[in-house]
């Protein structure tokens, strides 16, 4: 799927408007939209990034990082997902990166979603659900959320064995096992547990546009 991923990168790169400060999510689909950018470098004045991870990657490219406190209001704003319905709402947070892709995400006119084909589902929730939460809320967290859904959330590890921290210094639960049939209601459920920093769902702010790699690409 790497080269639908690229398509759609490449594609992205018609939304980026000369001159402008450009948001930039995280993952391998916005890998191949950094490597694009880095070709017209010269022609945008920089890059705000959501994770240390796209920061590395826009200076590899000569790309300057900005302070979104500096930048104001966005033009656009380019990411990938984990997960696409037919409405362009997004799970999102594979790559832990989820609470600054929301802040960007926010701070954006337009929201450019960049997925392959894989990522499109009638209905959220196959991906299991990422939930950024302040590491002493973990277990009260999760107990919260198995008895307010139907899910089951799993505290991401990494390969030595502990938790995964974030960007942000959190932990991260994944919820299994959910069918997202009102997925702004559970956003705006999942919000309000105390402990919870950012859940993995853009519904309320779905993506505006949504490029599915192939040949040629399909916009959505
Ligand atoms: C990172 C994300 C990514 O956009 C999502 O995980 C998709 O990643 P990839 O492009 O590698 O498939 O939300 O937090």
Redesign the pocket.
Same mark, same amino acid.
């Given at each position: 799927m790497s080269e639908a991923?690229r398509q759609a990168a490449e594609k992205a790169i018609e939304y980026v408007k000369d001159g402008s400060v450009i948001g930039v @999510?995280?993952?391998?689909?916005?890998a191949y939209f950094i490597d694009a950018l880095g070709r017209i470098g010269d022609r945008i004045k920089g890059a705000i990034s959501s994770s240390e991870q796209s920061t590395r990657l826009l200076r590899e490219r000569g790309i300057e990082v900005v302070d979104l406190n500096a930048a104001g209001p966005l033009a656009l704003y380019v $990411?990938?997902? $984990?997960e696409c319905d037919p409405q362009r709402r997004l799970i999102? @947070?594979?790559?832990?990166?989820?609470t600054r892709?929301k802040i960007i995400a926010e701070a954006s006119t337009q929201f450019v979603c960049i997925i392959d084909a894989s990522k499109q589902v009638d209905v959220l929730g196959r991906f299991p659900l990422p939930v950024e939460v302040i590491p002493m809320a973990r277990s009260l967290v999760a107990r919260e959320i198995i008895a307010m859904t139907a899910g089951q959330p799993v505290w991401r590890q990494v390969d030595d064995g502990k938790g995964l921290v974030t960007d942000n210094g959190n932990y991260i639960l994944d919820v299994h096992g959910l069918a997202i049939t009102d997925p702004v209601a559970l956003e705006r459920t999942l919000n309000q547990i105390p402990g919870v920093v950012s859940v993995g769902l853009f519904a309320r702010r779905p993506a505006d546009v949504v490029i599915v790699g192939g040949q040629p690409p399909q916009v959505i």
């Amino acid at each position: 799927m790497s080269e639908a991923k690229r398509q759609a990168a490449e594609k992205a790169i018609e939304y980026v408007k000369d001159g402008s400060v450009i948001g930039v @999510g995280t993952g391998s689909t916005v890998a191949y939209f950094i490597d694009a950018l880095g070709r017209i470098g010269d022609r945008i004045k920089g890059a705000i990034s959501s994770s240390e991870q796209s920061t590395r990657l826009l200076r590899e490219r000569g790309i300057e990082v900005v302070d979104l406190n500096a930048a104001g209001p966005l033009a656009l704003y380019v $990411d990938g997902a $984990d997960e696409c319905d037919p409405q362009r709402r997004l799970i999102k @947070g594979g790559g832990a990166a989820l609470t600054r892709e929301k802040i960007i995400a926010e701070a954006s006119t337009q929201f450019v979603c960049i997925i392959d084909a894989s990522k499109q589902v009638d209905v959220l929730g196959r991906f299991p659900l990422p939930v950024e939460v302040i590491p002493m809320a973990r277990s009260l967290v999760a107990r919260e959320i198995i008895a307010m859904t139907a899910g089951q959330p799993v505290w991401r590890q990494v390969d030595d064995g502990k938790g995964l921290v974030t960007d942000n210094g959190n932990y991260i639960l994944d919820v299994h096992g959910l069918a997202i049939t009102d997925p702004v209601a559970l956003e705006r459920t999942l919000n309000q547990i105390p402990g919870v920093v950012s859940v993995g769902l853009f519904a309320r702010r779905p993506a505006d546009v949504v490029i599915v790699g192939g040949q040629p690409p399909q916009v959505i």
